[in-house]
């Protein structure tokens, strides 16, 4: 029997709610505080030329190397927004090993670059397909991205495989959660455990359901909506604690 503690966050590049502070240092400690197995990251800054300029507490190197050093053996980045000055995406942090990994372009359109990373764990002997995405903000935009989603583990997973989706959906209107159940049979672990999905934005004070746990071949045994970290991004932390099915 198979248990899995996992996390999903948006980081908000490492900077406080008005990006006047860096405050990653203090998101690794509260991640490692979690000790979840694996978790889903997503405004992951995978370089950026000026920032370790202008503020001197600022890591050096890739965000997602620098939360994953010494707890997560086994890491992954998704490059999706390209400027001037460097990059950001979504990352995955695993103590499992990741076998296999794709980052799928889901872009609805050219002002909004989002994608879709894909690992494949091996957890003992079992391939646990993980995909960890971000949403646009504009309806029309995630409605194509949803469809992207949807095609994508049709197209590149079995069906029967266990799979986790999780990340930022900005689903404000709840109609995400509906359209996976019937598709891919997916289920939100918060609606699972507490009839509806996890409240985790704005962090100061949750109003709106727009990150998002699914799971598909595993129990759901416990979950929580981490808004004690308020200080360190807009979005809240969601964890859940599951049982592989079998």
């Known amino acids: 029997m198979t248990h899995l503690h996992i996390a999903t966050y948006n980081i908000h590049k490492g900077f406080s709610l008005l ?13 490692r505080s979690l000790n979840a197995d694996v978790i889903f990251l997503q405004e ?6 000026t920032h370790g300029i202008r503020h001197a507490n600022y890591p050096a ?8 050093d010494e707890v997560w053996a ?13 990059h950001h995406g979504n990352a995955i942090l695993s103590r499992y090993p990741i076998i296999k990994i794709h980052n799928e372009n889901i872009s609805a359109h050219r002002f909004e670059s989002r994608g879709l990373l894909h690992c ?8 646990v397909h993980s995909l960890c995405a971000h949403f646009g903000l504009f309806a029309r935009g995630r409605g194509v991205q949803t469809l992207a989603l949807i095609d994508y583990v049709k197209r590149e997973i079995p069906h029967d495989a ?6 930022d959906f900005n689903d404000w209107r709840n ?5 996976l159940a019937h598709q891919l049979g997916v289920q939100d672990v918060f609606h699972a455990e507490h009839g509806k999905p996890a409240k985790s934005f704005p962090a100061r004070l949750p109003l709106f359901r727009l990150d998002r746990i699914y799971t598909r071949g595993f129990a759901v045994q416990k979950s929580r909506v981490h808004d ?3 200080k360190l991004s807009d979005h809240a932390a969601l964890s859940c604690q599951l049982r592989l099915h079998g």
């Open 19 to 31: 990006n006047r502070r860096v405050v990653l240092p203090a998101v690794r400690e509260q991640l």
């Open 44 to 49: 992951v800054q995978g370089a950026h030329d």
């Open 61 to 68: 190197g890739a965000q997602h190397e620098f939360l994953a």
């Open 74 to 86: 086994h890491h992954a980045y998704g490059m999706n927004a390209v400027y001037q000055a460097g």
């Open 120 to 127: 494949e764990l091996e957890i003992g002997a079992v391939r």
């Open 162 to 167: 266990p799979l986790l989706i999780a990340g």
């Open 175 to 179: 109609q995400l959660s509906a359209t």
């Open 228 to 230: 004690d970290w308020q």
